[in-house]
Structures are given as structure tokens and as C-alpha cells.
């Protein structure tokens, strides 16, 4: 047995204290389910108020040793070897003059269970969950409530959002973080944004028409305007579909006017790379991201693409790469595979990269967004996105293009209290950190959408519990013809007793898009869920009830592979 650092005498009681604890341990281990009865018998209510799980740091307790082990040495690395394998969990951290230590078990462990073990126990004096304490702030930004992404206010057992009150509860940001939005430019001079508009010193100190910084921009004093339309070297926003990205990411937070950002504090840049009819070009994309880069930008927003590759934006990008630089780009708005039909930015295969797909406030993947199992990373809210627009306007706008900036913000936000990660580092931790959705599964690799709290604390989310794939299942045998034949019409059933709630499995689905139509039809008869296009593999839209009745119909053109059903997921 390792020695303990303690007194001869006091340590020599302290061993005798631990040989009787582990002879004692197995048995008492025999009569814990007689001692939990008479404990419940004693003390219900004590019990019952761990019958909800507790706003907590997942699985991690805090726990008090008896008396008796006061002496030990609370080094967490001794504490780990002298009782780690006793208690059944990692010991995190120590508060020798408390006699407390917080340790760790399996985040899929209920609350409840945990407790109940480590309290049981022969060392602990008690254990409790590792709570979380909230100065209870929210912005008072009078539109914040209009923002869903941030807060969703839905009842709805599918709603989602970003989880940004937590997360502000940790940072709200920093005005060393620099964000690049390679975009339409944005309106610096609109008061919820002025605040965290970056400047370049240099040449705003500077005099008018010369290159004080000798960087080949004159009077770039907010960013550039490499494709030419309007005031050269003035990024400022005609089109207003980057000033809606930069609210998303940095409009200004608790200031009493208008959205709030991600970030309340925050430098962003503007980069005036697409006209006001939202075209760019090859050779302002790369000027772009050059200079987001030599101007000390670390997260680079992109909503924009195209489905043409570029050798000169891939070195950009790599450039950007070894500045250390993270580069998040939208996924696309054509309801398409990026695995069998890339778009660029989106799809370049540079370990910086993160492509992001949009998601509807009940957590599901929007149909317009473009997917892909390997070459879309995670998902954001992006359907009826409310922010910044053009000449003071606001407006509530959807598509990949709102999504990528949700993620752009996380990203700045967890940088501005971690700098020392690593962009590898950081995107690592942005798909790791995601809430994992049904709708996302098999359409990117991570399986969820950003998490600001989870990004921010640096632990996996919870499971999603209306993700079919987690519930019982059985075979079902389902399909048309491959190809199906023009004017099809065939109606099937499905049928699982008892069940309450039914997901079908569609292993492969592709029809023509809007024309071509798949019904879900539940018990009742009402329509739960439409399905159209190309579709790949994935789990309908959750249907009421313990039959589902399926429709499909085909126009007279363009016959495709149609579908193939396999198995009904059911709770």
C-alpha cells in the first residue's frame, strides 16, 4: 500500500483506519441495498430531491471524507492512487481545509445513481453534485427574445438553441479577439456594432491617401474592399448580408439597443469581398483572406461558394492554416450531398476547415441545407435567423450563410478564454462539444449542433434522447422500384403495438426534388412529414402514435432511385 504523508503515530492509526475500511468495504458493499431501504424508509425527502438531475458540471461530485481521513496528504495524484479504486471515481481536485474532494465518474451515470454510491461509502461523509452557480445574467438588448439560435423560447421537447446563457455566464467575450467576416462588408457605423468594429491604429491616426502601413491598402482603416464596388479600401455593407453575419457574431451585448451577439465583446473585421448583388471573385476571396490574416485574425467567417475548386483559395486557406487560423465556412443552401458534389469553400479538405449545415428551431436539419456524412462538420441555427440588415434595417433572413456565423462566434468566444488552444485544437473541441442530433446523424461528422456551454466547460453533451437511433427498433421492408416508374402512386404501412412514438429508417432515399413526394401520415391521418429530393440515409420526423402510413407519388419525368425503408425505431 503506497505510503501516506503523515506523523508516524497518526499514520500508523490512519492504516489500521484503511485496512479496516477494506475489510469492511466488501461487506458493507453486500448490505448496501438493506442499508438504501432503511435510508429511503428515514429520509425520503432527501432521497427525492435527487429524483431530477441538478444544474451540475456533468458528472463530477463533491465529496466530504469522514473525520477520520482528515490527515491525509490531498495531493490529487496521491489521493488518486491511495483512493480512486475505493471510491470509483477520478479525483479531480482537493480542498484540504474542508476535507472535500471533487472527483469524476462516467457522465452517462445519472445523478441519482452517483450519489447514492459515493454516499454509501464507508469513507465519505457525504457527496453531492458538482453545482453550478449563475450570476443570472442576460443581456438588455431588447430583441434578444426575437433571437431563437441564442434562446429558444419554443415549448417544444425538440427545441433548440446555442446554450448561450450558460456559456455567458463563463465569458462574454474579449476585445482581443480579432473575427474576419469575408463577406458584403458591414455597416461600422450602426450603433450595435461600432463598439466592437475592429480598426487598424495606422491608418486611422494616420493621413488621408497614403499607406501608413505600408501593407499596399490605403486609408484601410476598418478592413478593405478588394472587389472594388464603391469607396475603395471602404468595406462598408450595400447588400446587408454581412452586417447580419457580424450581429450574429459581435453585436454589441447589454447595451440597450437592438440583438446581442455571441460575443458582446469582440473586434470584428470587415472584408468587403462580395458586391451588393452577392457576387465575388477568385482574386478578392484570396486578397481577403491574406489580409484578415496578416492583420492578426484568428477566426475567419465564410458564407459564401461555389461549386468550382480553386488551387489559389486552397493555399489561402492553407496560408491561413499555418498562421493558425480557423477557417468556418457555410455548407451550402441546395439541399445536396457535399460528399458526391463538393462546394468550395465549404468541402476543401484543410484540417482548419469547419463546414456548417443549418438547423430549424425543433432541431432539425433545414431542408435547403446542403449535408454530407464526411464533408460537413456540424450544424447551427439557420432558418429565420433575425439580425442586422443594410441602412439601419433589421431583418429575419435563412440559410447556410446565417449558420456559419453561430459558429464563428462559439469559436471566438471560446478563444477569447482559452488563447493558448491551437486552431486544430479549438475545432477539435467545437465538434466534440456539440449537441448531438437525430437530424444530423449520417449528414456530418460530428453528428451535432455547436454548443457554446459544452465548448466552453470542454465536455461531451448528453445524448440526444429524440434521437431514434438510441431507441428500440425492428425490421421493416419498405422500397420502390429502383428506378421507379413514372406516375407512380403505392401506399404502405407500418405498424408497431404498444408503440407510442415511430421513426422510419430510410437507408436510401433519392426522388425528384418537390415533384417526387413521400408522405408520413399518422394515425389520425394528419401528414407528419414530407419528403423530397436526395436524401441519403437517415430517421423520419418522429410520428405520433403506433402506425404510420406511407404515400408515395411520381410525376410523368425524371424517375430515380426512389426509397428503401428498413427498420422502425419506436418508444
Known amino acids: 500500500m503506497p505510503q501516506l504523508n503523515l506523523s508516524h503515530r497518526v499514520q500508523q492509526q490512519t492504516m489500521i483506519s484503511f485496512n479496516l475500511v477494506r475489510f469492511a468495504f466488501r461487506s458493507i458493499k453486500l448490505l448496501s441495498h438493506l442499508f438504501v431501504a432503511i435510508l429511503i424508509a428515514l429520509s425520503a425527502s432527501t432521497l427525492q430531491a435527487f429524483d431530477q438531475e441538478r444544474d451540475a458540471v456533468p458528472g463530477e461530485y463533491v465529496i466530504k471524507l469522514k473525520p477520520m481521513f482528515s490527515t491525509l496528504d490531498f495531493n490529487p495524484q496521491k489521493l488518486n492512487v491511495q483512493l480512486g479504486s475505493v471510491l470509483g471515481a477520478f ?42 452557480y449563475r450570476s443570472l445574467k442576460l443581456p438588455n438588448d431588447p430583441d434578444f427574445a426575437r433571437q431563437w439560435g441564442l434562446k429558444n423560447s419554443i415549448v417544444s421537447q425538440n427545441s433548440v438553441d446555442i446554450d448561450i446563457e450558460r456559456a455567458w455566464d463563463i465569458t462574454t467575450g474579449s476585445e482581443e479577439m480579432i473575427v474576419a467576416i469575408i463577406d ?140 493558425g487560423a480557423i477557417f468556418i465556412a457555410a455548407a451550402g443552401n441546395d439541399g445536396t450531398n457535399n460528399d458526391e458534389k463538393p462546394i468550395y469553400p465549404a468541402s476543401i479538405d484543410i484540417p482548419n476547415v469547419i463546414s456548417v449545415a443549418a438547423i430549424n428551431q425543433n432541431g432539425e436539419m433545414s431542408g435547403f441545407s446542403n449535408w454530407g456524412a464526411k464533408t460537413v462538420d456540424i450544424g ?138 413521400v408522405k408520413l401520415i399518422n394515425k389520425e391521418g394528419r401528414i407528419s412529414h414530407n419528403i423530397s429530393g436526395s436524401r441519403g440515409r437517415f430517421y423520419s420526423r418522429i410520428i405520433k402514435g403506433d402506425t404510420v402510413k406511407v404515400e408515395f407519388k411520381a410525376d410523368a419525368s425524371v424517375e430515380s432511385y426512389g426509397f428503401k425503408i428498413t427498420k422502425a425505431a419506436y418508444r
Not at 484540504?96 to 459515493?118: C, D, F, G
Open 91 to 132: 479525483v479531480k481536485s482537493a480542498l484540504p481545509s474542508a476535507n472535500l474532494l471533487v472527483v469524476q465518474r462516467a457522465v452517462v451515470e445519472t445523478q441519482k445513481s452517483a450519489i447514492q454510491e459515493l454516499s454509501n461509502n464507508p469513507l465519505v461523509e457525504y457527496a453531492e453534485p458538482n453545482l453550478i
Open 184 to 323: 458584403s462588408g458591414i455597416d461600422y457605423n450602426r450603433p450595435d456594432l461600432r463598439a466592437n468594429i475592429w480598426t487598424n491604429e495606422l491608418e486611422l491616426n494616420g493621413k488621408p491617401g497614403v499607406d501608413d502601413d505600408q501593407n499596399g491598402y490605403v486609408d484601410d482603416i476598418y478592413g478593405i474592399n478588394p472587389i472594388g464596388d464603391g469607396s475603395i479600401n471602404n468595406p462598408h455593407d450595400n447588400s446587408g448580408h454581412g452586417t447580419h453575419c457580424a450581429g450574429t457574431i459581435g453585436g454589441v451585448g447589454d447595451n440597450g439597443h437592438g440583438i446581442t451577439g455571441v460575443n458582446w465583446k469582440v473586434k470584428i473585421m470587415g472584408l468587403k469581398f462580395l458586391r451588393s448583388t452577392g457576387e465575388g471573385t477568385l482574386e478578392a476571396a484570396v486578397k481577403a483572406i491574406d489580409y484578415a490574416v496578416s492583420k492578426g485574425a484568428k477566426v475567419l467567417s465564410n458564407s459564401w461558394g461555389s461549386y468550382e475548386s480553386s488551387l489559389a483559395l486552397e493555399e489561402a486557406i492553407e496560408r491561413a492554416h499555418k498562421a
Open 380 to 517: 447551427a441555427p439557420g432558418v429565420s435567423i433575425y439580425g442586422f440588415w443594410k441602412n439601419g434595417e433589421t431583418k429575419s433572413v435563412s440559410g447556410t450563410s446565417m449558420a456559419a456565423p453561430f459558429v464563428s462566434g462559439v469559436a471566438a468566444l471560446v478563444w477569447s478564454h482559452e488563447p493558448q488552444l491551437t486552431n486544430l485544437e479549438l475545432k477539435e473541441r467545437l465538434l466534440r462539444t456539440s449537441r448531438p442530433l437525430g437530424s444530423l446523424r449520417e449528414k456530418s461528422t460530428s453528428y451535432g449542433m455547436v454548443n457554446a456551454y459544452y465548448a466552453l466547460i470542454n465536455e461531451q453533451h448528453p445524448p440526444d434522447p429524440n434521437d431514434p437511433a438510441n431507441w428500440e427498433s425492428i425490421p421493416v421492408s419498405i422500397e420502390t422500384d429502383h428506378p421507379y416508374a413514372s406516375y407512380t402512386k403505392k401506399t404502405f404501412e407500418v405498424h408497431v403495438p404498444g408503440a407510442k412514438e415511430i421513426s422510419l429508417y430510410f437507408e436510401h432515399f433519392d426522388t425528384e426534388k418537390q415533384m417526387d413526394e
